[in-house]
């Protein structure tokens, strides 16, 4: 009876391996079950809170440290306002910007990745969900908060911005606040948006540049905000 924990551990770790394996037949029907369940998961946390402002960007340490410390003061500033600040709940960025809602006392949510390179919880995280399929969790993070910070951030990053931004320009979702802070990082891909993507292929709309916002710092980031949304202290 010694070993039965740990050969429940192997056996679960099996289970889990072929459930995500692309064989067809039975396996596929139990898929579905892991996505509804996710999806149950999710959607059972985000109700809890009902101001929220979602922050993106890197997981990684490359970044400047004044993108850290506003991705932190920002987050400090919003969770003091009542906002629970929801991250992929991961280090980099996630981490300061939990770590700024946990700091000034307020709801410090995580929506994790499960990864094979192990992604952990940050330490700052009060509550959290964790997730197999990217596209589950993506979901909940397009679904989350009346508000989206964007800091620089690789594919990622990317994708969800790109993600939140068609829901809008498609109007499947109301027109909601799309913040990216960090000008010297996000200009050269609005140089590109409006030069290649609207002048010379006109593949978007001039309206379109009116979906997000762009600025310097927390500070300008945080007077946006508080106009977008009429915060009041």
């Known amino acids: 009876m010694k070993n039965e924990p740990k050969k429940i551990e192997v056996e679960s770790k099996r289970m889990d391996k072929e459930l995500f394996e692309d064989s067809g037949g039975q396996n596929e029907t139990w898929r579905i ?14 109700r809890k809170y009902k101001k929220a402002a979602t922050f993106f960007g890197s997981s990684r340490s490359g970044l400047k440290p004044k993108e850290y410390k506003d991705a932190e003061d920002l987050a400090g500033q919003l969770a003091q306002d009542g906002y629970a600040i929801i991250t992929g709940g991961a280090s980099g960025i996630m ?12 709801d410090s949510v995580g929506i994790n990745i499960e990864l094979p390179e ?8 009060k509550d959290s969900a964790n997730f197999h399929h990217f596209f589950t969790r993506k979901v909940m993070l397009a679904f989350a908060s009346q508000v989206y910070i964007f800091f620089p951030g690789g ?14 320009q498609t109007k499947k979702i109301k027109p909601i606040p799309l913040i990216l802070v960090g000008r010297d990082y996000w200009q050269p891909l ?9 002048k010379d292929h006109q593949a978007i709309s001039q309206e379109d540049f009116n979906l997000y ?10 007077k946006l905000i508080k106009s977008i949304l009429k915060i009041k202290k």
Do not use: C, P
């Open 155 to 168: 594919f990622g990053t990317l994708d969800e911005f790109f993600e939140l931004v068609t829901l809008v």
């Open 95 to 106: 981490e300061f910007a939990n770590k700024g809602a946990f700091k000034a006392g307020g």
């Open 213 to 222: 916002h762009i600025v310097d710092n927390a500070d300008e980031a945080y």
């Open 33 to 46: 079950f892991q996505i509804m369940s996710e999806f149950v998961t999710g959607f059972e946390l985000l």
């Open 118 to 125: 192990e992604q952990t919880i940050n330490k700052y995280v």
């Open 190 to 198: 609005q140089d590109f948006l409006k030069k290649t993507v609207y």
